[in-house]
């Protein structure tokens, strides 16, 4: 049998394992728009787990470990790679419940509940995703069982499946077959599963990585709040970040990349014919300059301490949500990044902001917290983001008052949801105008490639222009201007009537206004607003109404 330490012990390793090849997870993703990624989701939420899990005993029972690993992944689940994952390790909760020792059939029944679980928490779900990889696992445990009653030879028959069924994804997928990888989810889940087998199996526990490295998006902001509550992370104190202007007989820039590669970690180096933007973690910014200096002059540096960020934010965190007594029917959490974008959203009745997006998926303990710091008697949350909806369903089970989880994919949806509300309706009927209000929005958003993709009959680039029509890439561009005009023009129909242009932390005052001149000129008849944003990753968000 299992002991109950054995299996802290395998969870700990499996968070340290993951933690070390989160890249190489994250790099599997097809869609190339800049994201927080599936490693780093499933990182951070299992990683969760691992200070609780040291502090359990020796002596401790496998059921108190399971519940401990999934109330603290519950609580840390970012994205819906790491909500999925959260309702695996609650399926051993659910079946190790009062147990001292892993069992062959406690494990079959901790693993058909956490699939089943799994399958129910998403509204449609999709076959060659960690679904089918846990799926088919655990139908495996179940035959095997039939001929041992060694709960680690079924656990190795129960990775071996795993592992099997992750390279069949491409079959079912098409996406990933003309991608020509995995999927993310489920090679998130072998690893997690492999780590925990190599300890079922004598092996030794995996220790934290000296560096991890950390897939990042280009602007500070967001990278800080990816640090979170993580600052062991921190390896390299600087967030080094700047652009250059090329030199007529400029290097490639390639070789910009492999030295930044040599002095730090999380590097993003983007490049087109006029400008170089790169963004770097180091102990030493001033190397970084010194390199950059030789490929052309400098712009625009910026150079921030990750640890003192890390430390303020903390500090912020626990003055900002305090646990509130409900004085009013209705309050609002949403998310959102950009100071000009999270203004707005308070402007216009949002009670608290919870920082995060595309780049940053929060976590389901960071909306509970805004939830129990709003000052009502239920509570809508707009998760503006099609990759927080679930995160955020899961902290309606955790909130002490009522909560409603509108399924806001985009800031947008977010913004007409609120407008929509009103203050003398009942909850039902402010759901019903809320929903229809956000279902008539037409988002487009203009932003850069993370990566080299074939995607959805597309052959795109790394650092090219990407125009996506409520969330689907429509076309890819040179131009950050012409293609926001060009989606707009996409996203207008004949009985819009109005234009919304959110400019970027990465766009000038100048280009957002020539921007909104030419829709103007083009739609004379449309209210057009164009307002700073200030949003990272996303040059431009376009509502069209």
């Keep these: 049998m299992i002991s109950g330490s054995l299996l802290r012990d395998a969870i700990i390793s499996a968070a340290n394992t993951i933690a070390a090849k989160k890249k190489s997870v994250d790099e599997l993703n097809v869609f190339p728009v800049p994201d927080g990624d599936t490693g780093t989701n499933m990182s951070m939420t299992i990683g969760n787990s691992v200070a609780e899990l040291k502090n359990l005993p020796d002596d401790v029972e496998a059921g108190v470990v399971a519940k401990t690993a999934a109330s603290c992944l519950l609580r840390g689940a970012r994205g819906n790679s790491g909500v999925i994952l959260s309702i695996i390790f609650r399926g051993f909760s659910k079946a190790l419940k009062g147990e001292k020792e892993l069992t062959p059939d406690n494990m079959i029944a901790a693993l058909e ?31 095997v069982a039939k001929t041992t009653n060694d709960p680690v030879v079924i656990w190795n028959e129960v990775c071996d499946q795993a592992a099997k069924t992750l390279e069949g994804t491409p079959k079912l997928l098409p996406a990933l077959a003309k991608a020509g990888v995995v999927d993310a989810g489920g090679k998130g889940l072998v690893v997690i599963w492999t780590a925990m087998k190599d300890v079922f199996n004598g092996g030794a526990v995996v220790q934290p990585a000296a560096t991890e490295l950390v897939k990042t998006p280009v602007t500070i902001e967001t990278f800080s709040d990816v640090v979170g509550n993580f600052d062991q992370e921190i390896t390299f104190t600087y967030c080094t970040e700047m652009i250059i202007t090329k030199n007529k007989d400029c290097e490639d820039a390639s070789k910009l990349r492999a030295y930044l590669e040599t002095i730090g970690d999380c590097v993003v180096v983007v490049d087109d014919d006029d400008i170089i933007k790169f963004h770097v973690h180091t102990n030493d910014p001033g190397l970084a300059m010194q390199k950059a200096l030789t490929f052309g002059y400098i712009n625009l540096p910026k150079i921030e301490n990750m640890k003192m960020q890390h430390k303020a934010r903390q500090k912020e965190a626990e003055q900002k949500f305090v646990p509130a007594k409900p004085e009013k029917p209705f309050g609002f959490v949403a998310v959102a990044a950009g100071a000009g974008v999270e203004t707005m959203f308070r402007d216009i009745g949002v009670d608290c902001i919870v920082k995060g997006g595309q780049t940053m998926n929060p976590s389901t303990e960071d909306i509970l917290a805004a939830i129990m710091s709003c000052p009502a008697e239920t509570v809508f949350v707009l998760p503006n983001n099609k990759n927080i909806i679930m995160a955020a369903e899961q902290a309606v089970k955790l909130a002490d008052r009522k909560v409603c989880v509108l399924q806001t994919t985009s800031i947008p949806q977010g913004m007409s949801a609120m407008l929509a509300f009103d203050p003398d309706a009942d909850f039902n009927t402010n759901r019903k105008e809320m929903t229809a209000a956000l279902e008539n929005v037409s988002t487009g958003m203009v932003t850069f490639a993370a990566r080299d993709s074939d995607y959805d009959g597309h052959a795109i680039k790394q650092g090219e222009i990407l125009c996506l029509d409520n969330g689907k890439v429509s076309f890819v561009d040179k131009d950050i201007i012409k293609g926001a005009y060009k989606l707009t023009k996409k996203l207008v129909k004949g009985d819009s009537s109005y234009i919304t242009v959110l400019y970027g932390a990465d766009v000038t005052d100048e280009d957002a206004e020539k921007l909104s001149q030419m829709i103007t000129n083009k739609y004379p008849n449309l209210d057009v607003n164009l307002i700073n944003g200030g949003q990272p990753v996303y040059y431009y968000i376009i509502s069209v109404e």
């Design 113 to 143: 509940a956490g699939v089943e679980g799994a399958y129910k928490s998403v509204m449609k779900p999709t076959e060659g995703t960690i679904l089918t990889v846990a799926r088919e696992a655990s139908e495996k445990a179940r035959e």
